[in-house]
């Protein structure tokens, strides 16, 4: 027997102590709203060219290798649904340790979560909670306990290893710093962040300017993120391609790969503002591109007049299409400078990943997804300029793709990409803003297809009416692009759990998890 609903099709033949369980589950979470309380929160032109040139991207055998694998993946038409963990899930003891809070709520949720057909678990392992008190120090109790949890549960697991903080975006609220120690290093050197124009420093992430400078007890900040993810591989080798089936690596804040010119938890930004260009941290890299461009004058800093975090675009001279333009000489010199050296930055981190699991990947009984996350930033995205993509350091303006050389990148190394606004639509958001997240996922899954890589999606703002979780579905089916991979819900809380939004959610759940 089939039931309509809202334009959901679903079996209801299930077994009967399918039903009954998850029927039991659900009350108890209903019953105890106050034990899960914790889940409230919810150079790419001549220059560049030749740079990525000496390197190359994948030889037309492993093209073809991994345009058979998405094909086939594609057959089956399933999309496992990944269920993102609450950004408050841990919490300071007495001591100053972090602990898993609430473990009843969380196994009750856990289990419901199961019954609906979710497929697996999104865990965030923070830097700031495995290396927090000094070098080298890695203790993996933590995770040990929460992944044993999950997997005992049925569940799969989609690791994050999260090199930012999420201090400022959780307004104190169960938020992880980045490890003491190098707080302590921040606190005497200012420049292993970035920083914007007014020498306001962000200690949310290290500036992509020490990857290669040995400030950090030593090391170098790939170095310290090359041993994590090796001390990580190891503790966890017998999760790796059985539990553990997809890795994020973070790339920046957020874990994903951009610069932090939007940065909403401290005030300094609200939406729609352009953003800020942050490059006024360590300046020598750009002076040395100036010099070999024959304009020292241009190395000093970036561009004076590209208006500030909460700017419009219009009356911004930078980002209309006067002299002293993107357009301009100087404003193509140096939005490929400051992009190139972002995706300089994911070549670094990815090629050091796909060297850790690689010999997980050439087993098919261990293979694990190697995934990169971008940020999506659609507003501003209808204008010529695209101003608040370019501060965040994707080049991609009306007259320009720079998502390609993120993407090729990505291609080079195995990895997924993590789209974001699965759930958007343009007709939702302010017309006055210029938004198009539509726009911006069409753009996304297009290059993706032409590089052949492999699509994680995820939404970006919490949906659980019938309309989102819909539009989630029809994007990650779309006809025109390869089908999502799999998909992850951001994040787990107590609005899942609510009667009206249960009943949507699991529904379309099951619908992602059987065949189209």
């Known amino acids: 027997m089939a039931?309509?609903?809202?334009?959901?099709?679903?079996?209801?033949?299930?077994?009967?102590?399918?039903?009954?369980?998850?029927?039991?589950?659900?009350?108890?979470?209903?019953?105890?709203?106050?034990?899960?309380?914790?889940?409230?929160?919810?150079?790419?032109?001549?220059k560049w060219r030749s740079i990525a040139g000496k390197r190359r991207i994948l030889s037309m055998d492993a093209r073809e290798k991994s345009r058979s694998t998405i094909l086939e993946s594609s057959k089956d038409k399933r999309v496992p649904i990944f269920v993102m963990m609450p950004v408050d899930i841990f919490t300071l003891d007495a001591s100053g340790c972090p602990r898993i809070r609430k473990l009843k709520a969380l196994t009750v949720s856990l289990k419901a979560l199961k019954l609906a057909g979710v497929h697996g678990i999104g865990v965030e392992v923070w830097w700031g909670i495995v290396e927090r008190f000094s070098p080298f120090d890695y203790d993996w109790s933590l995770y040990e306990e929460l992944f044993k949890l999950i997997s005992d549960s049925g569940l799969k697991l989609h690791v994050a290893l999260s090199f930012h903080s999420n201090i400022h975006s959780t307004h104190g609220k169960g938020g992880v710093s980045l490890p003491l120690w190098i707080l302590e290093i921040g606190d005497v050197n200012k420049d292993i962040y970035y920083r914007d124009q007014q020498g306001f420093s962000n200690n949310d992430y290290l500036t992509l300017g020490v990857d290669h400078v040995p400030l950090l007890s030593g090391r170098t900040a790939l170095q310290c993120y090359e041993d994590f993810m090796l001390?990580?591989?190891?503790?966890?080798?017998?999760?790796?391609?059985?539990?553990?089936?997809?890795?994020?690596?973070?790339?920046?804040?957020?874990?994903e790969l951009r610069y932090p010119a939007h940065p909403f938890g401290d005030g300094r930004w609200k939406f729609?503002?352009?953003?800020?260009?942050?490059?006024?941290?360590?300046?020598?890299?750009?002076?040395?591109?100036?010099?070999?461009?024959?304009?020292?004058?241009?190395?000093?800093?970036?561009?004076?007049?590209?208006?500030?975090?909460?700017?419009?675009?219009?009356?911004?001279?930078?980002?209309?299409?006067?002299?002293?333009?993107?357009l301009s000489d100087y404003g193509r010199f140096f939005l490929e400078w400051y992009s190139g050296r972002l995706i300089c930055h994911a070549d670094a981190i990815l090629a050091k990943a796909a060297k850790i699991l690689k010999k997980y990947q050439e087993n098919e009984q261990t293979s694990v997804m190697l995934v990169a996350k971008i940020g999506g930033i659609y507003w501003w995205y209808q204008t010529l300029s695209h101003p608040a993509e370019l501060t965040a350091g994707y080049y991609n303006t009306a007259l320009r793709d720079g998502y390609d050389p993120v993407v090729s990148v990505l291609s080079?190394?195995?990895?997924?990409?993590?789209?974001?606004?699965?759930?958007?639509?343009?007709?939702?958001?302010?017309?006055?803003?210029?938004?198009?997240?539509?726009?911006?996922?069409?753009?996304?899954?297009?290059?993706?297809?032409?590089?052949?890589?492999?699509?994680?999606?995820?939404?970006?703002?919490?949906?659980?009416?019938?309309?989102?979780?819909?539009?989630?579905?029809?994007?990650?089916?779309?006809?025109?692009?390869?089908?999502?991979?799999?998909?992850?819900?951001?994040?787990?809380?107590?609005?899942i759990f609510r009667v009206e939004n249960w009943n949507n959610f699991v529904p379309f759940v099951r619908m992602m998890s059987t065949d189209l």
């Open 3 to 46: 039931c309509k609903c809202g334009g959901y099709y679903y079996t209801l033949n299930a077994k009967a102590s399918f039903d009954r369980d998850l029927a039991k589950t659900r009350k108890f979470l209903l019953r105890n709203v106050s034990v899960i309380r914790m889940f409230t929160s919810g150079f790419f032109r001549s």
């Open 231 to 255: 001390s990580f591989v190891n503790k966890f080798e017998s999760f790796i391609g059985t539990v553990i089936e997809e890795i994020s690596i973070g790339l920046g804040p957020s874990g």
């Open 272 to 326: 729609p503002g352009i953003g800020e260009f942050q490059c006024y941290d360590k300046m020598e890299d750009l002076k040395m591109a100036a010099c070999r461009e024959g304009k020292p004058q241009w190395g000093d800093k970036g561009p004076q007049n590209a208006g500030c975090y909460n700017s419009l675009p219009s009356g911004v001279p930078f980002f209309e299409e006067g002299k002293e333009s993107f």
């Open 412 to 495: 080079r190394h195995g990895a997924a990409l993590h789209i974001p606004c699965l759930e958007m639509m343009d007709s939702e958001t302010p017309p006055t803003y210029l938004c198009s997240p539509e726009g911006l996922l069409k753009q996304m899954q297009s290059v993706s297809k032409k590089r052949i890589v492999n699509l994680i999606g995820r939404n970006t703002t919490e949906r659980l009416d019938k309309t989102g979780l819909w539009k989630i579905r029809s994007n990650c089916y779309n006809p025109q692009a390869e089908v999502v991979r799999s998909f992850t819900y951001f994040r787990m809380n107590d609005s």
